[in-house]
Every structure is written in structure tokens, then in C-alpha cells.
């Protein structure tokens, strides 16, 4: 898949967050890369095999103390690893609505098993 063709479906996973809580994101950059550089996978405890999505890296808002001056936060989609693992432009979609959806949830200062736990109940009907 060529470059722009992703970039407007990160754009339409983005646009798929509810309007209340993308009105609250503060000082968050989303990006797209083809892959995790060594140092997130470390940062990770990734083992190299790993397949990675997407990665949150900042300062999620629940620990916003005495907060300013500091460089946005970083929601990083990973092209490649979402590539390898759909079979389908509509797989793509739903693997970058799911990750950018994991990513920001992160950012509201959601742990790992609380995100796990949301996408649970969120898939349900």
C-alpha cells in the first residue's frame, strides 16, 4: 500500500474517536512510521520478533503535574507490522482504528490491562 493511501486511513481512524474525547487530546502528534526503532523496542522489552502497531510515548494527562513547556506527546503508527498482518485494505482499517484507538487510550493514562479491558467492551454490540 503506497504511503498516502495509509495516511488517509490513520485520518479516518482518527476520525472514528468520538468528537468528546478528540477535543481533550492535548499536545499529542500522531505519526507514521514503517517500523519500531531499536531503541522503542527496548523501551518496550520487545523481543525483536514482536509485532508492533502502534506505540504511545509521553506523558499520559493522568500524571500531568506542573506541565509546560515540553515536547508533545507521540502516537507512532507502524505501517509495515499492520501491513504484514491484514489481508486486506478493510483489515488495514480495522487494525488502525483499533491501534490508534489503544494508543490514545494510553494517553488518557489508561494501563495496559485497562486498555485491554475497554476494547473488550467496546467491540461488544
Known amino acids: 500500500m503506497n504511503q498516502k493511501t ?3 486511513i490513520v485520518k ?5 474517536i468520538p468528537e468528546r474525547f478528540l477535543e481533550k487530546l492535548d499536545n499529542v502528534d500522531i505519526v507514521i512510521e514503517d517500523e519500531p526503532t ?5 523501551k518496550l522489552r ?16 493522568t500524571k500531568r503535574w506542573h506541565y509546560g513547556q515540553v515536547l ?19 483489515e488495514i482499517k480495522e487494525i488502525v482504528t483499533n491501534t490508534v484507538w ?12 485497562r486498555v485491554r479491558e475497554a476494547e473488550i467492551k467496546r467491540k461488544q454490540p
Open 6 to 8: 495509509f495516511e488517509e
Open 12 to 16: 479516518e481512524g482518527i476520525g472514528a
Open 38 to 42: 531499536p531503541y522503542q523496542l527496548r
Open 46 to 61: 520487545a523481543r525483536k520478533s514482536s509485532i508492533i502497531f502502534g506505540l504511545y510515548e509521553g506523558v499520559p494527562q
Open 72 to 90: 508533545p506527546d507521540k502516537i507512532t503508527i507502524f505501517k509495515k507490522p499492520i501491513e504484514k498482518m491484514a489481508y486486506s485494505e478493510k
Open 102 to 113: 489503544h494508543e490514545i487510550a494510553h494517553h488518557f493514562g489508561m494501563d495496559e490491562k
